[in-house]
């Protein structure tokens, strides 16, 4: 089950809030509650993988247990701080990696069995999210969570579940047993849920229709233009299918008095690859920062390999394929060099329409090795990309464009952050006169909302392409 689902859009989310208010009205506290937002969630889950339920469970338990000893140890809380995380990783490599690792020695000549095991659904979050519990309560930067539903409902809770933000423990851990919700909480919810959807259905959905056209099949045949409009399709995909998914985990949380941290901030509007990174999937890169990069010596020392092992790790996140880890080694090398280039420099910093082009270029490549997971067709696409194709351009390539044409529009501007232009700009114009301002915000939301939930509901009748980009990760 997705959130851009008609299923879970007009049966699973009415009876989940009908079932919640009901239990909002037997208690004024958060028990009953909670015990409601875990079932769902846990139905939720199990509605795509019955099986991983127990999986889930059993992560939770680990981390329950881990949790209280290292709150209570005095002298051994560093151990269990080692094998509740070792624990987290050995699930994660076991059900991600393990398969990878033994095709790779197959590959090298080392015969040994592959076992097939299907990924379950959003373990890479829902493991990293118990690393960081039990490292911020190892840390003493959190409390332990003493009761087992509430650490339950964290690592469960459907909104953030599947495809993250990975939402860390100290970001929730009062607003599970203490929260309030107000009608601020619940409009600001609901209008981020339905952009979040349109950004899903509208936008990802129909630029992964270009994308498949031109990448998915037929690379033989592939010209360097459909090479080109093929990966920036792609790439606006990725970034509406992701982003869209954590604004409506985000606005669920917040009708629910979670408030989850911002994991997107217009980063195709970045300077250098290092901005890039400071505003796409910003929960996994603020988690490596914290949990690895700082810990092994940050900037003060062995920066070089610090910024490696961060990257490796990384693309290995992202999915135990080849292609995942030379896209993760690509950016850390970029990274690096980053910091130790000219790129730092004022007269540089100056010229802002050249460092944007740079960065948007350096990023549209690296999204085409993220996109291919095997070598033959990688190398078949940089060739047409890097314009070694007897064709440059077909019908198909302009058919892509010119039929799709305010769909690139949109979705090109929609990168920007407009919002905040046209929050700027009604300010300006209406200084000094604030009802008229609240008024004109009002309508203008309401009648985009009212918009955007129309045409995403009526796009997904008969939708069959509607699978979320990061749910296999």
């Known amino acids: 089950m997705v959130f851009s689902d008609l299923f879970f859009l007009f049966a699973f989310l009415p009876i989940f809030v009908v079932c919640y208010l009901t239990a909002a009205a037997v208690e004024k506290g958060n028990t009953i509650k909670n015990l409601t937002l875990v079932f769902f969630s846990l139905v939720f889950y199990a509605w795509g993988e019955p099986t991983y339920v ?12 881990m949790g209280l000893a290292i709150d209570k140890a005095r002298r051994h809380r560093k151990l269990a701080l080692g094998i509740g995380v070792a624990c987290n990783l050995a699930i994660l490599a076991t059900f991600k990696y393990l398969g990878f690792f033994a095709t790779t020695l197959c590959d090298w000549g080392i015969p040994v069995p592959v076992p097939k095991i299907s990924l379950p659904i959003g373990i890479s ?44 423990y100290g970001t929730v851990a009062d607003e599970i047993s203490n929260r309030h919700v107000s009608t601020d909480d619940v409009a600001e919810g609901i209008q981020r849920f339905i952009i ?32 080109w409009i093929g990966i920036t399709a792609f790439t606006l995909q990725i970034y509406y299918d992701f982003s869209g998914y954590s604004d409506m985990a985000i606005g669920i949380g917040r009708c629910l008095g979670f408030h989850f941290k911002e994991n997107f901030n217009h980063p195709y509007c970045c300077l250098s690859i290092t901005d890039f990174w400071r505003r796409w999937h910003i929960s996994l890169g603020s988690f490596f920062r914290d949990y690895v990069y700082i810990p092994m010596g940050g900037n003060r020392r062995h920066q070089a390999w610090n910024i490696m092992t961060v990257w490796f790790l990384t693309g290995m996140w992202h999915g135990a394929s080849w292609n995942f880890i030379i896209w993760g080694v690509y950016f850390g090398v970029i990274v690096m060099v980053e910091k130790h280039t000219l790129l730092r420099s004022r007269f540089l910093q100056r010229l802002t329409p050249l460092l944007h082009v740079y960065s948007l270029l350096v990023v549209v490549a690296g999204w085409g090795i993220f996109y291919f997971d095997d070598f033959h067709s990688l190398r078949l696409f940089f060739t047409a990309f ?41 300010e300006k114009l209406l200084h000094k006169r604030q009802t008229a301002y609240d008024l004109v915000v009002f309508i203008s939301r309401t009648v985009f909302s009212l918009a955007a939930l129309v045409a995403s509901i009526a796009l997904l009748v008969g939708a069959t392409n509607n699978a979320f980009i990061y749910t296999r990760f």
């Open 196 to 227: 979040g959807l349109a950004k899903k259905v509208v936008l990802a959905n129909q630029l992964s229709e270009i994308s498949d056209q031109l990448l998915a099949n037929g690379l033989d045949d592939l010209t360097t233009a459909g090479a």
């Open 125 to 168: 979050f829902y493991t990293f999210q118990s690393i960081s519990y039990l490292v911020d309560v190892y840390r003493r930067e959190s409390p332990v969570q003493r009761r087992f539903t509430g650490l339950l409902l964290y690592i469960s809770m459907f909104p953030q579940l599947i495809a993250g933000p990975i939402v860390r």
């Open 386 to 426: 890097l314009g070694g194709t007897e064709d440059i351009v077909d019908f198909v390539d302009i058919a892509a464009l010119t039929d799709n044409f305010w769909l690139w529009i949109v979705a090109l501007l929609f990168c920007m952050p407009l919002r905040h232009w046209a929050a700027a700009a009604a």
């Open 54 to 65: 127990l999986l889930m469970l059993a992560c939770v338990v680990v981390n329950y247990l």
